[in-house]
């Protein structure tokens, strides 16, 4: 099974920071990776699809990159409702599996 | 809307069984594939199952291989997780969603309890 290392696995940042997360596949995955943002007690939600395709009503303040083995989600501008974990999923083949996750802390 | 309802979660004693079902709604059911993804209670999310839209092709983990089997009848635009052999590491809720080169749309959720 491809394996999805993500880090880091929690940070503390403030309102208006950049924040940027990253993925590390065990193996390549083409582009075939989604960012998704999950608050306690919620379904995850959607937030790039493809590696780096903004899924529709997702603030363009969250971008996403990258190909092959290496992924980052970017937040541009923290904002109050971003504080939550955030996972990346890899679809190229199964099992599908996801990174261990990155909660989003308020510093 | 489009949505997705799980039901069928339930406090089950370890090696018992239990069928969760997905009501899907507002969107052509037969047109999208399908994925159970879990979380245990604190744990990350794990994906656990997926089904084409024609049924034809079924995928799941390692962790529950052989112990469950993903259905659909798209006539009434449902999913099924039939789970057997019940584990105390099978706890956690249980989401399904809706496949399309990615899972875009999910449910709330529901929960499942191994205990005795």
């Known amino acids: 099974a491809i394996q999805m290392t993500q880090s880091p696995s929690s940070l503390s940042a403030s309102v208006g920071d950049s924040v940027t997360i990253t993925c590390r596949a065990s193996q390549a995955i083409r582009n075939d990776l989604g960012w998704y943002q999950q608050k306690p007690g919620k379904a995850p939600k959607l937030l790039i699809y493809?590696?780096?395709n903004l899924q529709s009503g997702v603030p363009s303040r969250f971008s996403g990159s990258g190909s092959g083995t290496d992924f980052t989600l970017t937040i541009s501008s923290l904002q109050p409702e971003d504080f939550a974990t955030y996972y990346c999923l890899q679809d190229y083949n199964y099992p599908w599996t996801f990174g261990q996750g990155t909660k989003v802390e308020f510093k | 809307e489009v949505q997705l309802v799980e039901s069928g979660g339930a406090l089950v004693q370890p090696g018992g069984s239990l069928r969760l079902s997905c009501a899907a709604s507002?969107?052509?059911?037969?047109?999208?594939?399908m994925s159970w993804v879990r979380q245990a209670p604190g744990k990350g999310l794990e994906w656990i199952s997926y089904?084409?839209?024609?049924?034809?092709?079924?995928y799941y983990a390692d962790s529950v291989k052989g112990r469950c089997t993903v259905s659909r009848d798209n006539a009434k635009n449902s999913l099924y997780l039939q789970m057997n052999s019940l584990r105390a590491e099978d706890t956690a809720v249980y989401y399904c969603?809706?496949?399309?080169?990615?899972?875009?749309?999910w449910g709330k959720g529901t929960t499942v309890t191994v205990s005795s």
């Open positions: 089904i084409d839209l024609s049924s034809n092709n079924k």
């Open positions: 969603a809706r496949f399309y080169y990615y899972l875009d749309v």
């Open positions: 493809a590696a780096s």
């Open positions: 507002g969107f052509t059911f037969s047109y999208y594939g």
